[in-house]
């Protein structure tokens, strides 16, 4: 009995620790994004060649690399925190819970007799 425990919890412990490792590398991938695309922006801008009085209005180009990889955090975001959608689950469990209710009505409304 208390070798199945052991496993038990040594599993338990292997998939918290999976998941504590999932959000740290979002963590560290959202950083990383900051801080390249903040520099390559300040690069475009061309703060660090002319000092910030002759500053450029920012055009789309620029704003490229930030975008696309913005996609990819996302997701990333996404297959990270997908659990904690409790709000979305829920309002499912409603949504459905209140179809049935509806559907159930109008099947006593038409066979009332």
Do not use: C
């Amino acid at each position: 009995m208390e070798l199945i425990t052991m496993d038990t919890n040594d599993r338990k412990y292997k998939k918290a620790q999976k998941r504590v490792k999932e959000i740290k590398d979002f963590y560290m991938h959202l950083t990383v994004y900051i801080i390249v695309n903040t520099i390559l922006i300040l690069i475009n801008l061309g703060i660090f060649q002319s000092g910030f009085a002759n500053i450029e209005i920012p055009k789309w180009p620029m704003f490229t690399t930030p975008f696309f990889w913005g996609i990819g955090l996302f997701f990333h975001w996404l297959k990270v925190f997908k659990d904690d959608f409790k709000f979305f689950k829920d309002w499912e469990d409603r949504k459905i819970k209140e179809f049935m209710e509806r559907e159930e009505e109008e099947f006593k409304r038409t066979n009332k007799f």
